[in-house]
């Protein structure tokens, strides 16, 4: 069976604080997909970054880096210097073939407010 | 361009209406998804088009029926809903179905109220 959790379910901090969100996986795939999307309160979800199973190196994008670690499954994500503008859900999610089609599973989001 | 366009935006329909809602990329992705989201919940599969054919349906209700005219169009036909069915409604698409690790696109919902 594959799963994501998302222990975190709401995170509050004062604008320039860093804030880490955790995301923790379950696939008896040996190649596998995970992702990150952003939901802002226009509901459509953003995609922010893929991340292969097979390469474990950490990305920077901007004020936005992810950490994987296959040892521990999991994909961390961390904004640095938030901004309110940052104030979204953020679903981790990872991705399985089922019936020959891509289906992602979905952790329960967490809601990341960013007051100024 | 990494554009899904849906419409309505809002819609709100009776138990007793028929209504339909419509998802559109030209991106030229071949895998379109519906997506049911309760507040608070993470987005729910409903359906999957391949190559314009019905590839999963996760045992959705009758009462919504989906349709793929052409590559770019994905429609959903809503009718006799239940109070129940409030929620957003989100269509994605990806490149290809099955293999290689494509991300989805979503488009911006449709926020469905069923009075």
């Known amino acids: 069976a594959q799963k994501v959790t998302q222990a975190q379910t709401e995170i509050s901090v004062v604008e320039k604080e860093d804030v880490t969100l955790d995301c923790v996986y379950e696939?008896?795939?040996?190649?596998?997909?995970l992702f990150w999307y952003k939901q802002p309160p226009s509901g459509e979800l953003v995609f922010l970054i893929r991340?292969?199973?097979?390469?474990?190196q950490n990305e920077i994008s901007g004020r936005y880096s992810w950490n994987f670690q296959k040892s521990t499954s999991s994909f961390n994500f961390t904004i640095t210097a938030s901004q309110v503008v940052d104030s979204a859900v953020y679903f981790c999610?990872?991705?399985?073939?089922?019936?020959?089609?891509?289906?992602?599973?979905f952790g329960q989001g967490t809601r990341l407010t960013i007051n100024p | 361009d990494t554009e899904v366009t849906q419409t309505p935006k809002h819609l709100v329909m009776g138990m007793t209406n028929k209504k339909s809602l419509k998802c559109e990329q030209h991106?030229?992705?071949?895998?379109m998804y519906w997506y049911k989201q309760k507040a608070k919940k993470p987005p729910e599969l409903m359906f999957v088009?391949?190559?314009?054919?019905?590839?999963i349906n996760e045992s959705v209700p009758s009462r919504f029926s989906p349709e793929c005219p052409n590559s770019s169009l994905l429609n959903l036909h809503l009718h006799a809903l239940q109070p129940e069915d409030s929620a957003l409604y989100l269509c994605?698409?990806?490149?290809?179905?099955?293999?290689?690790?494509?991300?989805?696109?979503f488009g911006p919902g449709t926020r469905l109220t069923v009075t």
């Open positions: 994605a698409s990806s490149p290809r179905p099955g293999q290689g690790a494509y991300e989805q696109y």
């Open positions: 696939t008896r795939d040996t190649t596998y997909y």
């Open positions: 991340r292969n199973s097979f390469d474990e």
């Open positions: 999610a990872l991705r399985g073939v089922i019936q020959g089609a891509q289906k992602l599973v």
């Open positions: 991106m030229g992705h071949r895998a």
């Open positions: 088009y391949s190559y314009e054919k019905l590839s």
